[in-house]
């Protein structure tokens, strides 16, 4: 999958997440599926290995697996890109002809977590999220100013049609 920017192109694999269950109660769509990878790609495959070894089969083998991990991740980290990126597909039609729009960022997971919650909560605070409750953004944010708002914020949407 090519995520463009300082990322470039990433093998990804199908990930647990939430947005396949909640994209299609908001948005008509006939399949979702989320995937994702780490980078460097080895880091893919010493992450299955802990998988095939048992773990991460339980919480408390979790979490004993990331306190190793945290104690060494400076070594782990090496090779890597210090950046994340994020990347949207929608394959269908428009006006009769098939179509596909991708829009992608590149940039600091914490910037893109970070500031994208931010965002959302002073859209709460300031009413513009009309919904009382607990929604999945897709089902409470209207996408053009909130991407308004990261573009001011210097995280760039890339919109690639065709």
Partial sequence: ?????????????????????TVPRYIKARSVS????????????????????GLTATPKRIETLSKVIHKVEHILGKGGVPYSAAR????????????????????KMKRLTGISAAIGA??????QVKLKGVYPPEGC??????FAELGKRNIQIEEIVS
């Fill in 88 to 107: 949207v597909d929608v394959i269908g039609e428009k006006d009769g002809q098939p179509r596909t729009y991708t829009y992608r960022t590149v940039d």
């Fill in 122 to 127: 002073r859209m709460l605070a300031q009413g």
């Fill in 141 to 146: 944010l209207e996408p053009a100013p909130f």
């Fill in 34 to 53: 989320l995937k994702g990878a780490l980078t460097p790609e080895w880091n893919n495959t010493l992450a299955e290995l802990f998988v095939k070894l």
């Fill in 1 to 21: 999958m090519d995520f463009g920017g300082a990322i470039g192109t990433v093998t990804v694999f199908h990930c647990g997440h939430p947005e396949p269950m």
